[in-house]
Each structure stands twice: as structure tokens, then as C-alpha cells.
T-cell receptor
Framework: AQSVTQPDIHITVSEGASLELRCNYS??????LFWYVQSPGQGLQLLLK??????LVQGIKGFEAEFKRSQSSFNLRKPSVHWSDAAEYFC????????????FGAGTRLAVHP | DGGITQSPKYLFRKEGQNVTLSCEQN?????MYWYRQDPGQGLRLIYY???????QKGDIAEGYSVSREKKESFPLTVTSAQKNPTAFYLC?????????FGPGTRLTVT
């Protein structure tokens, strides 16, 4: 069955440090890939997306992600984390099949130390 | 401003009561979705609708019902048949593959 795996449940980084959040998917073809961010008690905000083309995509708030077909991965990165980046991050894929069903990973909760 | 609104933000109900969660969008999107979020489980699809007067069950539809009488509105009813209704509920809409989410409703059933 198709699935999305985010191996890290919690990550803690110091402010100013670099960040990489991992995401792997299990799907036969290349799906559409997304990263969303959720602040506590809020809805989800789209950070970036990959449909095709350049495998390094830029998003909002200084985030970027790289699609690696050989590793079935779509890892999220940021070179310097700010305290306001503390939130939960979700990787998601869209499967083909007549409608845009998003499959979500379980999420990674990011804490930022001053 | 275009967007998705969900009301209320917090909702409390007694066990055995049905409750309806509101979702309205003014983005002119055809498709709308309901997700349930529980800690550590990401989001799971309850129902979705691709067009007015049509909707389909998602992965966890048991104990829930929806209607889609207007393009802008996609209310979700949590019935007494839902065994564990306490959760955070998120509504989304899309045109194409990108989904936009509302702020969510936290439902607590005691």
C-alpha cells in the first residue's frame, strides 16, 4: 500500500542551526509531493510542492526540498532555523486515480532552542 | 480575502449527540475534503467531494456524514455511531492538486 514515512517524530535544533526533515514515500510512480507546516491548534500551511522538473524546489519562509527519485525521498531543509519555525511539519503525496487524495506522513514536531 | 472558514473553533458535546461542523470556502474551488487529526497519526481522510451534490467516503467514513448542496459549503456531521469522536477536524478545498486548509475545529465529546 502507498505510504509516507517521516522517520523522526521529534527534532530539536538550536536557533541558527541548519535543519533537515526526512520524508520517504512508497509509490510505484512519481507522485506529487508536498510539505505542510502546522502551528499548534491551527490549520496546515503549504510550504512547497514538487510536481515535475527541477528536483530542488524553493518554498516560503526560506525552506527548500529536494526530490530524489532513487531514494523515494523528499527531504525538507532550511539553512538557519528561527525560533518561529517551531511547529509540526507534514510531508504528503497525492496519488493519481481520479481525485487528489493526499496521503500524509505522521508528522515531525520541531522544537527550537534559543 | 479568499479562504476557508471553519466554525466553531472549539466544540463540546455529550456522548450520544450528533454534532455538525461547518466548513465554508470562497475560493471557488470544486473539490472539498474533511480530515481528522489525532496526535501522532497525521491526517486521515473522512469524506471528499469533487462537485456539488456528489461526495465519496474516504478512509475513515464510519460514524460520519456529509452533504454538498452548495459549492461553498461542505458540512460534516459527527454521529453518535462514531466511537472516538474527540479529535481535531480539518476542512480543505482544492482546484487541481494543491489543497488549502481551514483553521480547524477541535471537538471534545465527554
Amino acid at each position: 500500500a502507498q505510504s509516507v514515512t517521516q522517520p523522526d517524530i521529534h527534532i530539536t535544533v538550536s536557533e541558527g542551526a541548519s535543519l533537515e526533515l526526512r520524508c520517504n514515500y512508497s509509490y510505484g510512480a512519481t507522485p506529487y509531493l508536498f510539505w505542510y507546516v502546522q502551528s499548534p491548534g491551527q490549520g496546515l500551511q503549504l510550504l512547497l510542492k514538487y510536481f515535475s522538473g527541477d528536483t530542488l524546489v524553493q518554498g516560503i519562509k526560506g525552506f527548500e526540498a529536494e526530490f530524489k527519485r532513487s531514494q523515494s525521498s523528499f527531504n525538507l531543509r532550511k539553512p538557519s532555523v528561527h525560533w518561529s519555525d517551531a511547529a509540526e511539519y507534514f510531508c504528503a503525496v497525492v496519488l493519481s486515480g481520479g481525485y487528489n487524495k493526499l496521503i500524509f506522513g505522521a508528522g515531525t514536531r520541531l522544537a527550537v532552542h534559543p | 480575502d479568499g479562504g476557508i472558514t471553519q466554525s466553531p473553533k472549539y466544540l463540546f458535546r455529550k456522548e450520544g449527540q450528533n454534532v455538525t461542523l461547518s466548513c465554508e470556502q470562497n475560493l471557488n474551488h470544486d473539490a472539498m475534503y474533511w480530515y481528522r487529526q489525532d496526535p501522532g497519526q497525521g491526517l486521515r481522510l473522512i469524506y471528499y467531494s469533487q462537485i456539488v451534490n456528489d461526495f465519496q467516503k474516504g478512509d475513515i467514513a464510519e460514524g460520519y456524514s456529509v452533504s454538498r448542496e452548495k459549492k461553498e459549503s461542505f458540512p460534516l456531521t459527527v454521529t453518535s455511531a462514531q466511537k472516538n469522536p474527540t479529535a481535531f477536524y480539518l476542512c480543505a478545498s482544492s482546484r487541481g492538486s494543491e489543497q488549502y486548509f481551514g483553521p480547524g475545529t477541535r471537538l471534545t465529546v465527554t
